[in-house]
């Protein structure tokens, strides 16, 4: 079993930056794809940003240039740093990860309880 736990969240005015943490525990073999989501009020859940073991990120157009995601192999665990935040990133931000419990299984998602993040203009 893996757990995520998200921190980092929190009020900010609009212009302002906060750093989310996502580190994964328990018990599994390597992780894969980390990623951020996130979810506002009578809202689907969409895809922020995404980060490979090794390789390219990606990100949503509205968080491009804005936002930056990292990630430390050794630690596993994934960092979502937003700056210049806008009241449209209010929203609960959920942290992703493709997780192999044994050396043999197929990576399945695995998902945070979420952090709210909240802009205030």
């Known amino acids: 079993q893996v757990q995520l736990v998200e921190s980092g969240g929190g009020l900010v005015q609009a212009g302002e930056s906060l750093r989310l943490s996502c580190a994964a525990s328990?018990?599994?073999?390597?992780?894969?794809?980390m990623a951020w989501y996130r979810q506002a009020p009578g809202k689907q859940r969409e895809l922020v940003a995404t980060?490979?073991?090794?390789?390219?990120?990606n990100y949503a157009d509205s968080v491009k240039g804005r936002f930056s995601i990292s990630r430390d192999n050794a630690k596993n665990t994934v960092y979502l740093q937003m700056n210049s935040l806008k009241p449209e990133d209010t929203a609960v931000y959920y942290c992703y990860a493709d997780v192999r419990v044994t050396q043999i299984d197929t990576f399945v998602g695995s998902w945070g309880q979420g952090t709210q993040v909240t802009v205030s203009s």
């Open positions: 328990g018990s599994f073999f390597s992780i894969n794809v």
């Open positions: 980060i490979p073991f090794k390789g390219s990120t």
